[in-house]
């Protein structure tokens, strides 16, 4: 059975935000980032261990333009206890939402 869980939506600091920690392993998400500024703003986003050892990279710090936004929908299996972090170049300026699937066969 294919279990869709809501997104949640975390505005992201200039050093490693936690935006999601994995309770169950999942094996697909739906990151989304969005800066809401005027301006373009790098970001970053990876998946760490529970110790914070970058495991996988998911955006290279990439420069996000003004009002603009970045999807990633992949298959990614995400340990119990790792996390997805990020973190931007102006504080406030990058809205992340994750939306997880587990189970998905």
Not at 83 to 99: F, L
């Amino acid at each position: 059975m294919t279990e869709t869980f809501d997104g949640s939506t975390v505005v992201l600091g200039l050093t490693n935000t936690d935006i999601h920690v994995a309770t169950t392993k999942s094996v697909a998400i739906l990151i989304q980032a969005v800066n809401i500024t005027g301006s373009s703003v790098n970001c970053s986003l990876w998946i760490t261990d529970a110790s914070t050892n970058i495991s996988a990279c998911i955006f290279p710090t990439k420069a996000i333009p003004a009002y603009d936004g970045i999807t990633d929908i992949s298959r990614h299996i995400i340990p119990v206890g790792f996390k997805v972090v990020g973190s931007a170049s102006v504080i406030n300026s990058i809205y992340t939402e994750v939306t997880v699937i587990d189970n998905l066969e």
